[in-house]
């Protein structure tokens, strides 16, 4: 006998109540008048009062769902009060609630009253009382507004929401059922891998497979953006990926990322990928005077009434990077940023900046958790990482921006404003140094800080027409101070930057000083980012040695280590140490004059285009000028000390394959990694430093709290840093298998073993 045969499962569509009602009972306007609303933590916090005031027998986080056609409806009801019978919704707010936007109020009912026909389907009750409770941070008041309702009731309304919604959702059943017979069917697009590119490809499939996370070192050149991003392609279908973030620190790395997804759907032209790339707020607004609500910005009025045709577009779109996003955004009349934040939900690839996920109110790892998707995680030149993570869970406030806003705020927030200032005021006269790094954090300087913020929020909540952005970012600043605060660990430090700063009114020296939560270890801010995701793969160039990077980040205890060998062979790069100069601080003036005499000498020997890297644009400057003076015969540019983007792409203009001279830059700068300048355009490099860290009180409070936690203070601040810049930016020599160069590593501490250890296995250091 066979084995009997099954019917196959019917495709359920899986979605939560939350975005179940704001696909379906959202309308009107885009209105962000209602703010602030309170934090995260705030809300967590007043759920938590809200909930301790009821019975003993009140029921908590009551998980409920149910089926409508294909429809899965999932989510938790906030709690039920049995004796009676009431489901409740709590929501946190500040100010007056009576400005509350109507199409709010509205959506809180829809999902209400979702909950109460899953709760009664789920009990066999015959009717409920359902209860919006709002809660008000500033008076910790209650107002409930309550209606009572009979299942069938609920039931019709359920069925109402699911039936406009269904149809939507067998579309989207339809589009993973094609893209997943198609990304099973799918080709590498090319003839045959580079050399490395199978070996970080397959890395990366194993890593999704075994749903762990992945750091792999991969060089320059053999096609990093195709190689990740195509095995988890390949893998979506058979470990369920619902989406792939392709995360860059640069807009060219996300230029990259879109180049490598139309390079694979070349291959596969009847490929059903849908790509988004996201852009920044200030970057994708169309009227950046304009305020985001109905009554003032023409693409807020009627948002969600024009969403649903702009939606149905968009994602007929294959690619939809900011330009195409914009398109569809303004045919419909829709403001494009809050386009973009809706097709999040409904694109299988997006590319955007590692803020989006791993910032701390990240909005692609916010939806990823409520959603409960299934996603792979991509993060290219990874070697950003430490920095900006140590970025995003940092926090500054500087006194003299209290200062001038107590002299214009409004006369309802003065009395807040003052509090924090005598509290700032206090802890600068007792801080007798310059700096100084504190082991708590000052319990009434937080405090005020704290009230500061809520106040101002209350203002604004009441006056909604009112606008002065010089509170606003204040306000924002403080509440971000505030929120890291209440995770203040020995992952951070706080510390206090005084400097004379003018002088008072009574003649005296005025002091200003900054205040910083600055965060020293990332790894318990990114922890949770990666337990998220099914697979995280951390790549780049340079990520060695690989322990520096799992410490610092929280990497899993199972992540997976790669280090993809290089394409290029020795012989490609000819590697010379100047084991006679020495660049340290006190050193520099000294050696100045064999610098020059070196680089004048590589060039009569071997015309054409180089970089040379200096710590500082002091440092650079000087060299500069006695080379022009010694050499005059060589043509030198120099990169400024401010540039935008216009001064970038004309440094860059001078590398052409026919050129000849010497581009100043600052190691660790526009021009130390990221730029691509193949062959006869730049043919050798001079790293006129070790790239080390400034040593100053910051750094070496740096290094006592990494030599605290890992034993490797010296190494984790100065050393690892330090050589990874020089490192990528001799990759700026050899981008190809085809490329010749030099490269003078100018510094006597390069030939030490210890050091060269930390340089690529491929190049030949003689000793």
Request: charged residues 20%; glycine residues 8%; aromatic residues 10%.
């Amino acid at each position: 006998m066979g084995n009997p045969v099954t019917a196959p499962e019917t495709p359920r569509y899986t979605v939560a109540v939350r975005a179940l009602c704001e696909f379906t009972a959202k309308a009107g306007d885009l209105d962000l008048r209602f703010t602030p609303s309170p934090t995260a933590q705030e809300g967590v916090a007043g759920h938590s009062v809200v909930t301790s005031r009821r019975d003993d027998d009140y029921e908590r986080e009551i998980t409920l769902s149910g089926m409508f056609g294909p429809l899965h409806v999932r989510g938790r009801a906030d709690g039920y009060d049995p004796k009676r019978n009431q489901l409740e919704e709590i929501k946190t707010f500040r100010g007056d609630l009576d400005r509350m936007p109507s199409n709010h109020r509205a959506l809180h009912w829809a999902q209400l009253k979702v909950y109460g026909h899953l709760l009664c389907a789920a009990r066999g009750l015959a009717g409920l009382r359902l209860a919006l409770v709002y809660y008000d941070i500033g008076t910790q008041k209650e107002t409930h507004l309550v209606e009572e309702h009979d299942a069938a009731a609920l039931r019709a309304g359920f069925e109402a929401q699911c039936a406009s919604f269904v149809t939507w959702a067998e579309g989207e059943l339809a589009h993973r059922a094609a893209r997943d017979e198609a990304l099973q069917a799918l080709r590498f697009p090319h003839a045959e891998f580079r050399p490395g590119q199978r070996e970080l490809a397959e890395a990366m499939f194993k890593a999704s497979a075994r749903s762990c996370a992945l750091l792999a070192q991969a060089p320059t050149g053999i096609g990093k953006s195709v190689g990740s991003l195509f095995p988890l392609l390949k893998a979506a279908p058979a470990h369920g990926l619902d989406k792939i973030f392709f995360l860059a620190a640069k807009t060219s790395g996300r230029r990259m990322a879109l180049d490598a997804v139309e390079n694979i759907k070349a291959g596969a032209p009847l490929l059903p990928l849908r790509t988004l790339e996201l852009a920044a707020r200030n970057t994708a607004c169309e009227h950046p005077d304009k305020s985001c609500h109905g009554e003032s910005c023409p693409l807020a009025r009627g948002f969600y009434d024009r969403l649903p045709a702009a939606r149905a577009a968009a994602v007929r779109q294959p690619m939809l990077d900011r330009a195409g996003v914009r398109e569809v955004a303004l045919a419909h009349g829709v403001c494009p940023y809050y386009l973009q934040s809706e097709l999040v939900r409904w694109a299988d690839v997006i590319v955007g900046d590692y803020n989006y996920y791993f910032d701390v109110s990240a909005m692609l790892y916010s939806l990823t958790v409520m959603n409960e998707w299934k996603v792979g995680v991509l993060a290219d030149e990874a070697h950003n990482m430490v920095s900006r993570a140590r970025k995003m869970y940092s926090a500054e406030l500087e006194h003299t921006g209290l200062r001038l806003l107590r002299k214009t705020a409004p006369a309802a927030l003065k009395k807040a404003l003052d509090r924090v200032h005598r509290q700032w005021s206090a802890l600068e006269k007792d801080q007798g140094d310059d700096y100084h790094a504190y082991d708590a954090l000052p319990e009434k300087l937080v405090n005020a800080l704290q009230t500061a913020a809520s106040d101002i929020g209350d203002y604004m909540a009441e006056n909604p027409a009112w606008f002065d952005a010089d509170v606003l970012e204040f306000y924002f600043a403080v509440l971000h101070f505030t929120r890291l605060a209440e995770s203040f660990g020995d992952h951070s430090v706080f510390d206090v930057t005084k400097a004379n700063h003018g002088t008072g009114n009574g003649g005296g020296t005025r002091v200003n000083s900054v205040l910083c939560l600055r965060n020293i270890v990332p790894a318990p801010f990114l922890q949770p980012r990666f337990a998220a995701a099914r697979s995280v793969a951390l790549f780049s160039a340079t990520l060695s040695p690989w322990n520096y990077y799992s410490d610092t980040l929280g990497m899993p205890a199972n992540t997976a280590w790669v280090d993809v060998a290089s394409p290029f062979q020795a012989a490609q790069l000819t590697v010379h140490i100047a084991g006679h100069i020495s660049t340290r601080y006190q050193h520099r003036d000294r050696s100045l004059a064999p610098i020059a005499t070196l680089m004048g000498g590589q060039y009569d020997r071997m015309p054409g285009n180089y970089l040379a890297f200096f710590s500082s644009f002091d440092y650079m400057d000087k060299a500069a000028d006695l080379f022009q003076r010694e050499h005059p015969h060589v043509t030198v540019w120099r990169q400024p000390r401010r540039m935008d983007e216009a001064a970038r792409d004309a440094f860059l203009a001078r590398f052409t394959e026919t050129g000849q001279g010497i581009g100043f830059a600052v190691l660790g700068g526009a021009f130390g990694e990221g730029i691509d300048l193949p062959g006869a355009r730049l043919i050798g490099a001079f790293i006129a430093t070790l790239g080390l860290p400034q040593l100053n009180p910051v750094n070496e409070r740096i290094r006592e709290r990494m030599q605290a936690i890992f034993g490797a203070g010296y190494d984790y601040t100065y050393l690892y840093p330090g050589l990874q810049k020089v490192v990528q930016a001799a990759g700026r020599v050899i981008r190809t298998t085809t490329d010749t160069g030099t490269v003078h590593l100018i510094d006597d501490r390069f030939a030490r073993p210890d050091i060269r250890a930390l340089l690529p296995a491929w190049w030949h250091v003689p000793r």
